[in-house]
Every structure is written in structure tokens, then in C-alpha cells.
């Protein structure tokens, strides 16, 4: 009795499931539409042991139904690359007969009837275009959303690319958000031709998270930070619990990190400072400013301080102890009204007299 190897049967099982899910597909030379799209179905006979495969590749819509006076001519060319493109998978199959098609107008079904779900299926090509622009230049981890409202500007079109379009960075995707316009490439009836189309762009919440792994002290600056989608909250219960996650670059720029953070983790408010500036016993030199006239000393801090932070310092004359506020490094200053540098000497004036 022979045997057989095991690999050698699990390959002949594996040959005989593909080969009986593949299916012909076979152009015909002439077809007649019979809707308001035309599909795989109209335009080809299909053969597959597989009855569920043959009626969903079937149904596969590939463009709008042509005008009754104009019945456009698709190569097999033209139809492999929109079966492509709506995900069917080509080396699965076989392709065979005519190698083109002329599509005529369905029978008994107007145009206007036609046209809102033709301009429907056109304004998806034009967003699906843009959609695969952004994620293919600007971000792919985004769940980017497109509006298009180009009325019969892309009407027809089974295919589109974008051929120019505004620069975006993915260290920005905040300026990515709002209404631009995109230049496409448009295919479809036979011809190729060029759109400028409008189309708002929204994104979902998005927060700042480290570019790069970042260690404790550090001042950040624009390169070490990215905008990106936020961490989709937990929930107690029904509500949502609030996330506190930083959403504006500029929030986090110049501050100090209080801890390390790993690059990709999403920044708040509880892990940064601003920069410390003045240190508790540090010697601090004072401005003092009135009416355009700046008089500098001396004083020791009695306690650390930021930029705009009002502290607590001792004076190295009488140890007198006033509050001035932080200006810079090792700097602070204190502004003196004239108005209460008169108030504080009318006493005196009164006692004189």
C-alpha cells in the first residue's frame, strides 16, 4: 500500500479549496444595463462551483449606468482595475472573453431617475480619492472623515486620484481640519478629466503624545511632541471619565516634564510644569520699576519659582521679606504704583505741618 505525506495532502486540499472558491469570469462583448449602476453581473457571465461567490461577485457595482444616445465602450483593462480597487482579489480568478465592453442604457430607466444615486456614487469616488490621499501621505493611524460637495463636477467618475492637494504634516494634524480643495484625476464613460473639489476634512479628538522616549526635566520643544489621535477613554458605568489629555501643542511646548514618558504617550496637564527658574535660597537679582525708573538688588528666595510666578524673597539688607514676581532666570521684579508711593508718604507730609 503506498502512503502519502502528510504536507503532500494538506497542499492538495489547500489546491482543491482555492480552486474550487476561484471563478470565471468572462466578458461579454456587448451587455445592457439593467439598473441604475452597472455591475459585474451586466457586463460579465460568471462560472464557480460556488454559488454564494458568483452572486456576490455579481453584485460587485463598478459605475453608473451610461445615457441611452452614448453607450461607452471599458476596456478589460478598465474593469480588472475597478474590480481591483473594490477589493476582489484577481489571482483568485480567471479572466477570459471579449476584451471589451460596450455598455448600453438600461432599459426603461430615465436618467434624471438616475442621476441621484449616479452623483451619490461619484461624490464617494472623489471622497474615497482624498481618503487614500491623507492616509497615504499624511497619516494612516487617523479615522479621517470627508465631506465632498462637488455636484456635477465629478458626475461619472468610477475612479479618482488626487493629483494636487494643500501640504499637511503629521506632527500637525490639527491644520488637516477644516474645508480645502483637492485637485483629482477622474475616470469613468470612457474619458479622464480634471476637478478641483471642495471637501471638509474632520478629525476625531485628538491629543499630544511624546514624538520619542523623553526623560524626566526635560524642556520640551516642538520637535519632541506629535498630535495624535486621542486614547479612546474608559467608561464608569455609562459616562465617560474624563481623560485630561493635552489637545494644543503650544500647551505643552517650553513646559517641563515631571516624569519620564515613553514615545507615543499621550501628555496631561499632571506631567508637566513650567520651567523652574528661581531655586528656594537661590540670590535673585530684583527690578524695581516706577514712573520708567528701574532700581536693581539683592535678595535671597525663599521658595522656588516659574516664569509669572509671584514668590516670597528676603531682602539682604534688613532681611525684610516681599513678594515680587519671577521674570527670568535667577531675575524677578516688582512694579511700584506712584499713586501708593504718594499715599504712603501723606502722613509724613501731615506730621511736618
Known amino acids: 500500500m503506498t502512503k502519502t505525506h502528510p504536507i503532500l495532502v494538506i497542499c492538495m486540499c489547500a489546491l482543491v479549496a482555492t480552486s474550487a472558491a476561484a471563478a ?52 478589460y483593462r478598465e474593469i480588472a482595475e475597478l474590480l481591483r480597487v473594490r477589493g476582489v482579489d484577481l489571482s483568485r480568478h480567471e ?28 461624490e464617494g469616488v472623489a471622497s474615497a480619492a482624498i481618503m487614500d490621499y491623507l492616509q497615504n501621505h499624511v497619516s494612516a493611524d487617523v479615522e479621517w472623515k470627508i465631506e465632498t460637495a462637488s455636484g456635477g463636477d465629478v458626475a461619472g467618475a468610477v475612479q479618482a486620484r488626487v493629483v494636487n492637494a494643500p501640504e499637511f504634516s503629521a506632527s ?32 476625531p479628538p485628538l491629543a499630544v503624545v511624546a514624538a520619542e522616549a523623553l526623560s524626566k526635566g526635560t524642556i520640551l520643544r516642538a520637535e519632541h511632541l506629535e498630535l495624535q489621535p486621542a486614547p ?8 465617560p471619565r474624563p481623560t485630561g489629555f493635552l489637545v494644543r501643542l503650544e500647551d505643552a511646548v517650553g513646559r517641563e516634564l515631571l516624569q ?40 535671597r528666595a525663599k521658595e522656588d519659582g516659574a516664569q509669572g510666578d ?6 539682604t539688607l534688613d532681611r525684610r521679606t516681599y513678594q515680587v514676581r519671577v521674570s527670568g532666570l535667577g531675575t524677578v521684579e516688582v512694579f511700584v504704583q506712584p499713586a501708593s508711593l504718594a499715599n504712603s508718604e501723606e502722613p509724613k507730609d501731615k506730621a511736618a505741618r
Open 232 to 239: 479612546v477613554p474608559k467608561t464608569t458605568g455609562t459616562r
Open 24 to 75: 470565471e469570469i468572462a466578458f461579454k462583448e456587448r451587455c445592457r444595463a439593467r439598473s441604475g449602476a452597472v455591475t459585474l453581473g451586466d457586463v460579465a457571465e460568471i462560472h464557480s462551483a460556488d454559488a454564494a461567490e458568483a452572486q456576490k461577485l455579481a453584485r460587485i457595482e463598478l459605475f453608473d449606468a451610461p445615457a441611452a444616445e452614448k453607450p461607452p465602450t471599458y476596456s
Open 260 to 299: 519620564t514618558v515613553a514615545a507615543g504617550q499621550s501628555l496631561d496637564e499632571k506631567m508637566l510644569r513650567r520651567p523652574i527658574l528661581v531655586t528656594k535660597g537661590e540670590l535673585v537679582t530684583v527690578s524695581v520699576t516706577c514712573e520708567g525708573v528701574r532700581i536693581r538688588t539683592a535678595a
Open 172 to 203: 500637525d494634524l490639527s491644520a488637516a481640519s477644516g474645508t480645502h480643495t483637492f485637485a483629482l484625476e477622474l475616470r469613468g464613460s470612457g474619458r479622464t478629466w480634471q476637478r478641483n473639489v471642495e471637501a471638509r476634512v474632520t478629525l
Open 310 to 315: 509671584v514668590i516670597q524673597v528676603e531682602s
Open 95 to 122: 479572466l477570459s472573453g471579449a476584451t471589451q465592453v460596450t455598455v448600453e442604457a438600461a432599459a426603461g430607466i430615465q436618467a434624471a431617475s438616475a442621476a441621484p444615486a449616479r452623483d451619490a456614487r461619484a
